[in-house]
């Protein structure tokens, strides 16, 4: 039998109209929907559906992806149920990872996240805090010219190594600004700053991190079907206790997706992507293993021919 590892992408992939699909034609996941709207006295129809700013902001990003993520992955089991060789996902998507295996309920997931996209929300007000993109530099690069500039006073660090030569950074917003010259001059294709107010995966969010984990261990569970890889470690867990202090440590480091992926190659025939289509691009960059997605009702019967 083929050996699946199945990935849950992260802030970044939300788009208007996703689940859509699903929600009109499917009565379990018109049902997931609704109870998660319910649980947070929020209506998703309206937030994944509609145009609107709230699906931008990350406290409301954060469980729209999770919801789409949970709700693809439960419709692929309704039809075909299949154990992972292990799971993982993209920051906030290790999250959706977990709750896959049973780590946790997903109304409970949904919350989670949605106090997570708060916590970091709160953490980065008044820091004037944000991230950048950076095309065509290598780790070690990155580091060397992040680890300098600490020492010169600036506030940067590493926060996701996604791919060979596509990393981001985060820290303070003019900090990071004012070194896009030192980036290109040192080889970068491109530095773009990102679209957000919060510095993910990096120290600034240390205020975050006590009021998480009172959630994470409120709501995270003691089995799991089967391991999850840590974007902190590149490494499997498979118990509540790790995965809390995993996923506290999640706030303030960087998310090592690329070493990952590395990981989880050696135990798959195929990824899953559920709920989106961003890391199979940049799966590309790193594996040679195919990577499907499940983004609609469409997608979702592809893929049952295809594993």
């Known amino acids: 039998m083929n050996q699946n ?13 996703m689940g859509k699909d699903f929600y009109e034609n499917d009565s379990l996941a018109k049902e997931m929907i609704e109870k998660a709207s319910q649980r947070l006295n929020l209506d998703f129809t309206e937030l994944l559906f509609e145009e609107n700013d709230r699906l931008e902001q990350t406290e409301f990003t954060q469980p729209a ?8 992955y439960t419709l692929f089991q309704k039809k075909l ?11 906030l998507g290790e999250i959706s990872a977990l709750s896959s295996v049973g780590g946790l309920d997903y109304l409970d997931a949904v919350e989670l996240v949605h106090q997570r996209g708060l916590l970091m929300k709160q953490a980065c007000e008044g820091l004037n805090a944000g991230m950048m993109a950076l095309i065509g530099l290598s780790d070690e690069k990155v580091e060397q010219i992040t680890t300098f500039q600490r020492e010169e006073g600036k506030k940067i660090w590493a926060a996701n190594y996604n791919s060979d030569g596509q990393i981001v950074v985060a820290g303070d917003k003019d900090d990071l600004a004012s070194l896009e010259s030192v980036f290109k001059e040192a080889g970068a294709k491109r530095a773009l700053l990102l679209n957000m107010s919060v510095a993910s995966h990096c120290p600034l969010l240390k205020s975050a991190q006590e009021p998480l984990k009172k959630y994470l261990d409120k709501y995270i569970k003691n089995e799991f079907i089967a391991p ?8 499997e867990y498979k118990t509540k206790n790790d995965a809390i202090d ?15 992926i590395l990981e989880a190659e050696k135990r798959a025939d195929k990824f899953i992507e559920f709920g989106g289509n961003v890391l199979k691009g940049l799966n590309r960059r790193i594996t040679s293993k195919p990577t499907l997605c499940i983004t609609d009702m469409q997608s979702l019967e592809q893929v049952l021919t295809e594993v």
């Open 5 to 17: 590892v199945f990935i849950f992408p992260g802030q970044g992939s939300q788009k208007v109209g």
């Open 228 to 235: 999850v890889i840590s974007n902190v470690s590149a490494q």
């Open 81 to 91: 149920k299949q154990k992972p060789s292990c799971v993982l996902g993209h920051s």
């Open 246 to 260: 995993l996923l506290e440590k999640q706030l303030i480091m960087p998310v090592k997706y690329k070493h990952s």
């Open 65 to 72: 992806i999770l919801l789409v993520s949970l709700v693809a």
